[in-house]
């Protein structure tokens, strides 16, 4: 549990130190993205104790989102 939580931090802290080191925005996106389907995994498994659930229970609890980033991707692409 304790590498859960640490796996969290580090998702969540990356984006800012990547930023501060002079990333591009684009490059920031795509992490932002990886780290936001990262954290759903795990928030999914860990936190709300699917990791027993069968696998068509684990896709669809952790389907909201790849749906919420794609589609935000696309008012942006669009915008």
Known sequence: ML???IALMVCTM???I????GADMTIL??????????KA????DHF????????GWRFAAQGW?????AVLAGIHAVG
């Open 3 to 5: 590498a859960v939580y």
């Open 14 to 16: 990356l984006p800012v």
């Open 18 to 21: 990547i930023l501060q080191a």
């Open 29 to 38: 996106v795509w992490l932002v993205f990886a780290l936001m389907l990262v």
């Open 41 to 44: 995994l795990l928030l999914v």
């Open 48 to 55: 709300m104790e699917m990791k027993h659930a069968p696998w």
């Open 65 to 69: 989102a790849v749906v919420v980033v």
